[in-house]
């Protein structure tokens, strides 16, 4: 109140609003209190957070003496006892922080049993399909959260659940390695997104749009470096067809429901499907990469004998800068100012790159420091006076 | 329903499937035949995996998911042991319909994996178990239900629960 309070006297001295309205404003104010301050939700909701890493530590720890049904029984009856406290508080649920903790609580401690019945029984499963179980048992609870990140937790967990299940299982002969791991990068963004726009469109879910647009773009963005880096690098191996197929369909649903999206013009889903199929070609071994780099980033030699244009570590972060492009022109066309800044700042950071890749030996000699510190406050400075002009541009741009 | 009452569901939901699950295998564990197989370390470089031990169970059937065709290449999928009548591999399709005793599991990368090749110990054990394990002391206690499915019972250290024979080599 106090802020508000010295905003309107301000607002009341400049002759912004009258007293009247500065009476009504206070008054409203004071009729509506402001929910508990959120460092103190943030810092209740982190504690019990912790609180319950402790418990699952305390599980891995793996306590021989105490007899199996004893453990068991306390656990659920501490889970019990919990449900007991946050049905308790429900009716508090708007302002109250303790349903909020007790919430937090109870779903850590399903996770900590899952690790326990686990560690009892001697299970041999996975610790994706321990989180996807998890998720499943508490997303009814999950709708009730109304802190952001008690949903957060869930999706978080939920996705990394749910990725590596599909993935995983799908091809053989690969166990305990990482080749997965291209799979279940782009199947990231493109089920994130999917995942994203139906919780845009059905009321119950909207509370986890928020944290699936986080992952999506961090996936995203994550999904991008990989694929840069690993062409750049002259190959993408032991690609696997079947394993891409879960992607491959996440990809079908999304182009289908960019297309159906009414709040978007013919540009945007113009754009957005131009991305989507570069990010599916960049993922795929032959199409447009030969296997072969030119420059070597992070060594001295080179390999000038391949054609620049042919090169993979140049055509990488062209596709990379391509996809960026488009992705940053719809952005600013439909007036999502940060999303925009952020992936024009990372066109940028792209571009400082390629400079290193290609001209990396220069950087050596003190003259060719100067010249890339010269360049890097060229480009800043591009992006920084550019940015401004490239948004008006896309917002001015019609289907 | 109100929401109040949802919040019932939303909260009894896990604590049934937690329940329940513990219930089961519980039960699994109870109710089916008791099978002890020798196991061995099949990666000395990561037979402990956090705080559970992970090892080759040993079924004494000779060649296990390979192919059949005497080459090197190793059969991918569903596949069973049998225990009885007659010992021997088999994929899930060509298993023999007098195998009384069966334990069913997957091939992957080679390996037959009947989700029993992990066994939790404690911390403080841990370095003794894997030991014993590499050493090839140790054994595994299953009980194995009429469907194929295994679960783990215990760990046997030169035929001692792992509890008792720690306590006898302190």
Not at chain 1, 11 to 30: C, R
Not at chain 1, 118 to 147: C, D, P, R
Not at chain 1, 324 to 347: C, E, K, P, S
Not at chain 2, 40 to 58: I, K
Request: proline share 3%; aromatic share 12%; with cysteine.
């Amino acid at each position: 109140m106090g802020m508000i309070t010295r905003k309107l006297d301000q607002w009341l001295q400049a002759g912004l609003i009258t007293p009247d309205q500065h009476t009504a404003i206070l008054a409203f104010e004071s009729d509506h209190p402001q929910h508990a301050n959120w460092w103190i939700y943030s810092f209740m909701i982190l504690g019990a957070a912790i609180i319950g890493l402790g418990v699952i530590s305390l599980i891995a720890a793996n306590w021989v003496d105490i007899p199996d049904s004893v453990k068991l029984g306390a656990d659920f009856a501490l889970l019990a006892l919990i449900a007991g406290g946050i049905y308790a508080q429900y009716p508090n649920q708007q302002h109250g922080i303790w349903f909020e903790v007790l919430l937090v609580s109870f779903m850590l401690l399903c996770l900590s049993s899952i690790g326990l019945i686990s560690q009892i029984f001697h299970t041999g499963g996975e610790w994706y399909h321990a989180l996807l179980f998890w998720a499943v048992i508490t997303f009814l609870l999950s709708l009730f959260a109304s802190n952001l990140f008690t949903r957060f937790l869930w999706v978080t967990l939920f996705l990394h659940g749910v990725l590596w299940s599909i993935v995983v299982p799908i091809g053989v002969e690969f166990e305990h390695t990482w080749n997965e791991l291209p799979a279940v990068l782009l199947l990231a963004p493109l089920l994130t997104a999917v995942l994203y726009q139906a919780s845009v469109q059905v009321k119950t879910l909207q509370g986890f749009s928020s944290s699936l647009f986080f992952w999506f773009q961090l996936s995203a963005v994550v999904a991008l470096v990989f694929a840069d880096i690993t062409h750049s690098g002259g190959d993408m191996e032991n690609y696997q067809v079947a394993r891409y197929i879960p992607a491959y369909i996440a990809g079908g649903i999304l182009a289908g429901s960019i297309a159906m999206q009414r709040n978007y013009s013919l540009l945007n889903k113009v754009l957005l499907l131009a991305a989507l199929a570069l990010l599916l070609l960049y993922y795929h071994p032959d199409l447009l990469f030969s296997g072969e780099s030119r420059y070597s980033l992070f060594s001295a030699y080179d390999h000038s004998d391949v054609s620049f244009w042919q090169a993979d570590d140049i055509r990488a972060p062209l596709l990379t800068l391509a996809i960026l492009f488009l992705y940053a022109v719809h952005a600013g066309n439909i007036g999502h100012q940060r999303t925009f800044n952020l992936v024009t700042f990372l066109i940028g950071l792209r571009f400082v790159i390629l400079y290193f890749q290609a001209m990396g030996g220069l950087a050596a000699t003190g003259i060719g420091l100067i010249v890339s510190g010269g360049l890097i406050m060229g480009i800043a400075w591009l992006w920084y006076k550019g940015r401004e002009h490239l948004q008006q541009w896309t917002k001015g741009l019609k289907a | 329903m109100n929401k109040r009452t949802w919040l019932i569901v939303a909260l009894v939901l896990p604590l049934i499937a937690l329940v329940g699950t513990a219930y089961l295998k519980n039960m699994q564990r109870a109710s089916g035949t008791e099978v002890t197989l020798p196991i061995e370390g099949f990666d000395p470089r990561d037979l402990l995996s956090g705080h559970y031990l992970t090892y080759n169970v040993a079924y004494g059937v000779g060649q296990v998911c390979e192919s059949g065709d005497g080459g090197y290449a190793s059969y991918s999928g569903k596949a069973a042991i049998c225990l009885k009548p007659t010992l021997g591999f088999y994929p899930a399709d060509s298993l023999p319909s007098d195998c009384t005793l069966l334990i069913r599991g997957e091939c992957d990368a080679g390996r037959f994996n009947a989700g029993i090749e992990r066994f939790y110990i404690p911390e403080e054990h841990a370095a003794a178990l894997d030991t014993k394990v590499r050493d090839k002391q140790g054994s595994i206690v299953l009980s194995v239900d009429t469907d194929g499915n295994a679960v783990l019972k215990d760990l046997l250290i030169d035929g001692k629960p792992w509890k008792t024979a720690l306590e006898t080599a302190n």
